[in-house]
């Protein structure tokens, strides 16, 4: 695909938690225990739970504002993805979800069996996202004591089973971490399960360019991302692949850019520099190398306290990282604003955008009715027939 051609975009569920702070449902907490979740005298209450009618509200939105898929998240304090994404797949049309899973948890076998089911049960709306996990903590929750590159090790071996499985020949494999025989599925999933992997570390890069369909990164400056992406090609290329590249991002698009900049200052009331360093410790033991690339970029705001560090680029802003794990920027502007930039990591070859916002609902809306159609006349983003 050509630079500044058609890309595809995608929504966020809100398993964990939802709300009008970022203060709510933070890092390593859950729930009413995250601290600051009931409304201020006189105010809207900012914490929403992830029950079933509110997370069908999400996925209706996103489908109803023409985003092409929707991810289902993983991780302790998030409900099950593949229970969520089994029960939102009625509730929706045409929305493709995007399931994340981490290979330590569950089997290659019973996983490619579960693709294959719910691949049929949505019609073929399943995509996966395959998260070898990168704290250490949380993966001792679900017995894995593996060390970081035995998991992406460990990953390659799980996505060779997925893949055999999916032939429907019986499959054998033995490998460091598997012993497999006979590994198959009653009918191969039609279109077979597209494959989302992210990973930052030396590695995770030849993990991705042997076995991924689409490399995604979390969202960084444009020269950041550039590097990677050339990373990624010349891994790709040393295997005789071509990868996809994708990108997450959290926006705050309003009709001008004064309104977003507001929007965004509201997303930390109430947070204060003791919450913001509880935050960070849990992630600072990460062993990730894209959260660590995450912390980086909100360094000096941490320490300082000076505010204008956290637009590391025109319209990026790192202040979802002070509060949050994993994707930690988000883009701010006028929607004509995020559209530029969105068009730059275009042109750097990103084909596709997994966006969020906060609450999810609303902002689904903001950037559906105002983003998505200035995308839409650059030629960026496909024409849809269920939008507004």
């Given at each position: 695909?050509?630079?500044?051609?058609?890309?595809?975009?995608?929504?966020?569920?809100?398993?964990?938690?939802?709300?009008?702070?970022?203060?709510?449902?933070?890092?390593?907490?859950?729930?009413?225990?995250?601290?600051?979740?009931?409304?201020?005298?006189?105010?809207?209450?900012?914490?929403?739970?992830?029950?079933?009618?509110?997370?069908?509200?999400?996925?209706?939105?996103?489908?109803?504002?023409?985003?092409?898929?929707?991810?289902?998240?993983?991780?302790?304090?998030?409900?099950?993805?593949?229970?969520?994404?089994?029960?939102?797949?009625?509730?929706?049309?045409?929305?493709?979800?995007?399931?994340?899973?981490?290979?330590?948890?569950?089997?290659?076998?019973?996983?490619?069996?579960?693709?294959?089911?719910?691949?049929?049960?949505?019609?073929?709306?399943?995509?996966?996202?395959?998260?070898?996990?990168?704290?250490?903590?949380?993966?001792?929750?679900?017995?894995?004591?593996?060390?970081?590159?035995?998991?992406?090790?460990?990953?390659?071996?799980?996505?060779?089973?997925?893949?055999?499985?999916?032939?429907?020949?019986?499959?054998d494999f033995k490998g460091e971490y598997y012993d497999i025989r006979g590994a198959t599925v009653a009918a191969p999933p039609n279109p077979l399960p597209e494959i989302y992997f992210g990973?930052?570390?030396?590695?995770?890069?030849?993990?991705?360019?042997?076995?991924?369909?689409?490399?995604?990164?979390?969202?960084?400056?444009?020269?950041?991302?550039?590097?990677?992406?050339?990373?990624?090609?010349?891994?790709?290329?040393?295997?005789?692949?071509?990868?996809?590249?994708?990108?997450?991002?959290?926006?705050?698009?309003?009709?001008?850019?004064?309104?977003?900049?507001?929007?965004?200052?509201?997303?930390?009331?109430?947070?204060?520099?003791?919450?913001?360093?509880?935050?960070?410790?849990?992630?600072?033991?990460?062993?990730?190398?894209?959260?660590?690339?995450?912390?980086?970029?909100?360094?000096?705001?941490?320490?300082?306290?000076?505010?204008?560090?956290?637009?590391?680029?025109?319209?990026?802003?790192?202040?979802?990282?002070?509060?949050?794990?994993?994707?930690?920027?988000?883009?701010?502007?006028?929607?004509?604003?995020?559209?530029?930039?969105?068009?730059?990591?275009?042109?750097?070859?990103?084909?596709?955008?997994?966006?969020?916002?906060?609450?999810?609902?609303?902002?689904?809306?903001?950037?559906?009715?105002?983003?998505?159609?200035?995308?839409?006349?650059?030629?960026?983003?496909?024409?849809?027939?269920?939008?507004?």
């Amino acid at each position: 695909m050509t630079a500044g051609s058609i890309a595809k975009f995608h929504w966020f569920l809100p398993t964990a938690s939802d709300g009008r702070s970022l203060a709510v449902g933070t890092h390593g907490t859950h729930g009413a225990a995250a601290g600051g979740n009931q409304a201020p005298e006189g105010g809207a209450d900012r914490f929403r739970a992830p029950d079933i009618a509110y997370l069908a509200q999400v996925a209706r939105a996103a489908e109803q504002q023409g985003f092409d898929g929707i991810l289902t998240p993983t991780g302790t304090w998030c409900e099950d993805a593949w229970l969520v994404t089994a029960a939102l797949a009625r509730e929706t049309e045409r929305l493709k979800f995007l399931v994340a899973f981490r290979p330590g948890s569950v089997s290659p076998t019973l996983a490619a069996q579960m693709a294959s089911t719910l691949q049929r049960l949505s019609r073929g709306r399943l995509l996966l996202n395959v998260v070898t996990g990168g704290e250490r903590d949380e993966q001792a929750r679900f017995g894995d004591h593996l060390t970081k590159e035995q998991r992406y090790a460990r990953t390659g071996e799980f996505l060779t089973v997925l893949r055999g499985a999916w032939s429907c020949t019986p499959f054998d494999f033995k490998g460091e971490y598997y012993d497999i025989r006979g590994a198959t599925v009653a009918a191969p999933p039609n279109p077979l399960p597209e494959i989302y992997f992210g990973g930052s570390s030396e590695a995770a890069g030849p993990v991705a360019a042997r076995h991924v369909d689409t490399y995604l990164t979390w969202g960084e400056p444009p020269a950041q991302v550039a590097e990677k992406l050339a990373w990624m090609r010349r891994l790709a290329s040393e295997e005789g692949r071509t990868l996809r590249f994708g990108i997450r991002f959290h926006v705050v698009a309003r009709d001008t850019s004064r309104e977003a900049w507001e929007a965004a200052s509201r997303l930390l009331d109430r947070m204060d520099s003791a919450h913001v360093a509880q935050v960070q410790s849990v992630l600072a033991v990460s062993e990730s190398t894209g959260q660590a690339r995450m912390r980086a970029l909100h360094e000096t705001f941490r320490e300082g306290w000076r505010h204008d560090d956290l637009e590391i680029y025109p319209n990026v802003w790192a202040g979802v990282g002070l509060l949050r794990g994993g994707a930690g920027t988000a883009l701010v502007g006028s929607h004509a604003e995020v559209a530029d930039r969105i068009e730059e990591y275009r042109a750097l070859g990103i084909e596709e955008f997994i966006l969020s916002g906060f609450p999810h609902l609303e902002e689904a809306y903001w950037v559906g009715e105002g983003v998505l159609p200035e995308l839409r006349r650059r030629g960026i983003a496909p024409a849809s027939s269920t939008a507004a």
